[in-house]
């Protein structure tokens, strides 16, 4: 759960934006990692209340808010226009003056958005149906980015799955030392520089122009996707902060990453943690039965499997990287809730890597 409290200039905020009836409640939502997210009630005289998702944007994170939401208006503007009436994408509701975003007294900045009703996500898969909704949503959504107008998006933090520069930025947190933790996670750090080559697999790819860079969400959290409370089919890809110029590779390895593991990404028993095979053959079934499918080249496709190794590897190498600076990026519940994380993600690295022949298999079998 997010657990920042709804701060107390909340109304100064509120009273920017032309929202519909009167105000009821705000409250804290969703379990993202960055952002402060609140659910806002309006009164509109109806039985429901209308809903919003008020944003605080984390700008020690994102350092280019205008940027950001510059990038966050273009994407949600295209996809309504593709979407046509009745569409369910992800909308931003304006403040006064058709301003996107708005800068409260103490330098926070804040968005709203059009609360997708009917629907909801969920932090882990726990059925087939979901994994494939999953991939088939993220794969449309980066179909539907093709043709986006306006040249290149920004990015909005570089090097976002540079996987090198992520090992070269826990290298030095593990030197620097600042929180005084690295003794006691010789382990972790162990295993991190035993795959350090890894890093370099997809970066060699690029360069050498055998996988290609598109527009991508960069990050296809399952809980990034919204499936609808009925029919359970995805009607929204949301959190769209880091839609900007990656790999489809990256996008197939976080959904892996996060839907087909056998248990929460902060679960403190690492032990339970390994790839579910068959999850892992429906996200590669869905993604390419989706739009994207067909762009796919023989390289993007043979090396799907190792996407995943490889996020799960950075994902790891970024929560150890914060744990030794002191927990200054990732919002946490308890002290060692990056360890947790880190630990989690290395027992994936490791449950794939001995997987290896099997995904290889599962690839083979399924054509595109
Ligand atoms: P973070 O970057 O912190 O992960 P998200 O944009 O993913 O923030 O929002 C956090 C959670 O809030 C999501 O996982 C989702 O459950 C919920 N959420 C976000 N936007 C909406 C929306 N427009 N409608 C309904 N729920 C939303
Ligand atoms: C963050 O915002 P959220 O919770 O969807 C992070 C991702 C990580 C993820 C790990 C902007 O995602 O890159 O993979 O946590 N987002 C950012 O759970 O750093
Ligand atoms: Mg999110």
């Not at 959290?221 to 890809?237: G, P, S």
């Amino acid at each position: 759960m997010s657990t920042t409290p709804v701060p107390a200039h909340f109304p100064d905020v509120l009273r920017q934006f032309p929202l519909a009836g009167r105000y009821v409640s705000a409250a804290p939502y969703g379990s993202g990692h960055i952002n402060d997210t609140y659910v806002v009630h309006q009164d509109e005289g109806r039985p429901a209340p209308k809903r919003y998702v008020a944003q605080r944007i984390n700008h020690n994170i994102f350092k280019n808010v205008p940027a950001l939401m510059d990038n966050v208006q273009r994407v949600t503007a295209h996809l309504a226009r593709k979407e046509g009436p009745g569409s369910r994408a992800l909308a931003l509701v304006p403040a006064h003056g058709s301003r996107a975003v708005i800068r409260d007294e103490f330098g926070g900045w804040w968005r709203f958005y059009d609360f997708v009703e009917g629907a909801h996500t969920v932090d882990r898969v726990t059925n087939e149906a979901e994994a494939r909704e999953a991939a088939g949503a993220f794969g449309d959504f980066q179909a539907q980015l093709a043709d986006l107008p306006g040249g290149r998006l920004q990015e909005t933090i570089p090097n976002f799955h540079h996987t090198r520069s992520r090992f070269e930025n826990f290298r030095r947190a593990m030197a620097e030392d600042q929180a005084g933790r690295a003794a006691e996670v010789q382990p972790e750090i162990e295993f991190a520089c035993s795959r350090e080559a890894d890093s370099d697999v997809l970066l060699k790819l690029l360069a050498k122009g055998e996988v290609s860079e598109r527009v991508t969400h960069n990050d296809t959290k399952i809980n990034n996707v919204m499936l609808d409370d009925v029919t359970r089919r995805a009607v929204a890809v949301i959190d769209l902060d880091t839609v900007m110029p990656g790999l489809p590779l990256y996008d197939f390895g976080e959904m892996m990453r996060t839907s087909a593991s056998s248990t929460a990404e902060d679960d403190p028993d690492a032990g339970s943690m390994h790839l579910v095979l068959p999850y892992f053959r429906v996200l590669v079934e869905g993604y390419l039965a989706s739009a994207v499918g067909g762009v796919l080249n023989a390289t993007e496709r043979a090396h799907l499997g190792f996407a995943g190794q490889l996020m799960t590897y950075e994902n790891g190498l970024r929560f150890l990287t914060d744990y030794l600076q002191g927990d200054t990026y990732y919002k946490i519940q308890h002290p060692r809730h990056n360890l947790d994380r880190c630990r989690t993600q290395f027992a994936l690295v490791r449950s794939i890597v001995a997987q290896q022949d099997a995904l290889g298999r599962i690839l083979e079998s399924i054509q595109p």
